[in-house]
Structures are given as structure tokens and as C-alpha cells.
């Protein structure tokens, strides 16, 4: 008879957590939907920038909780696959960060550099360092990645939120930025 694994004790957190992540993924389709609507100019660059990562941070914690909910019968496959999960994650951001810089349409101030570069390049970051040691040492490994994919899923949630705000509250459509120019 097999030892349980340490991931069964985690199966209803992967579970709850990864089906909030495909919720907000169609809720962030959702967002992009009013930002073609509401007659906004927005351009690819400023997408890619802000919203292409939100749900890559959503699908990264789904797919957390797939690999995690899986049954696998060692930790070593896990492991693997989240450490190239984690990498990933760390160079998309450094993209990310290249998205950012190069974009026009909107000037981050330092709240959109915390959520949209340093908290998911320290989730990632950690994802990749508590994969390394998973099958070594799986208790605080597990709490690690757990935090990891808190911490992406409350990013994603946060940026969407500023999203959805900055376009009703910041920026106007374009018929009404005509009409402010004649007055």
C-alpha cells in the first residue's frame, strides 16, 4: 500500500482556486468586450501590456491547479513542470516590462509597476524556487506555490479591476473627446 501523496491534502484548494481563475478568464473577455464597446482607443501595445499578462496570470493559475490536482505518482513530475511553469512566468514578465516601456497610449505610475511587474515576477520567482525543492521538501514547498497562485489570481483580479475603472472613470470615448474640444 502507497503513502498518500502530500498534494491530496491540497486538492480542494487547486480545485476552488483554478475554477475562480476560469471564472475571471471570462470575465476579463468580458472587460476587453466593454473596451470595444465603449468606443475607447486603445492600441495592441497597451493589450499586450496590461491585459494579455492579466490572463496569462489567470490561465497560470488554472493550470496550477490542474498539475497540482493531478494524480501523479511522484513529486518529481510536479516538480518539473512547474519549474519550467515558474521560468516561464519570470521571462514573460521581463516582457512584460518591454510591453510596458514601449507602449504610448497610458503612463504607468508606481501602483502599475508593483501589480503589473513586481508581484508576478515574485510569484513566479517563487513558484520556481519552492518547484526546485518540491520533491525534497513538499510541506513549505506547497504552501509556496500556494501563495504563488494567490498572488496571481489577486493580481489578475486587481488588474482587471483597474482596467474596467480607467476606462469608465480616466478615459473618455472618442465622440465625447470630439465634443469637450468644441466647448
Known sequence: MSSPSP?????????????SAAALIGLQFVVIALIAESRVKSSHREIAAFGTPTIL???TVLFLGAVLSAPWQRLSYP???LEACGAAGVVYI???IRR??????????????????????????????????????????????ATSALILL?????????TVTYIVVERKPLQDRSTDRAE
Open 7 to 19: 498534494l491530496d491534502a491540497w486538492e480542494n484548494f487547486y480545485v476552488i482556486v483554478g475554477s
Open 57 to 59: 496570470h489567470f490561465c
Open 79 to 81: 516538480s518539473m513542470v
Open 94 to 96: 521581463l516582457a512584460v
Open 100 to 145: 510596458t516601456r514601449r507602449q504610448t497610449g497610458y503612463i504607468p505610475v508606481l501602483e502599475d509597476w508593483l501589480w503589473h511587474v513586481l508581484f508576478p515576477l515574485v510569484a513566479y520567482s517563487a513558484l520556481l524556487a519552492a518547484a526546485t525543492v518540491l520533491e525534497r521538501d513538499p510541506r513549505p514547498a506547497l504552501f509556496v506555490i
Open 154 to 162: 489577486y493580481t489578475g483580479i486587481h488588474n482587471s479591476w483597474d
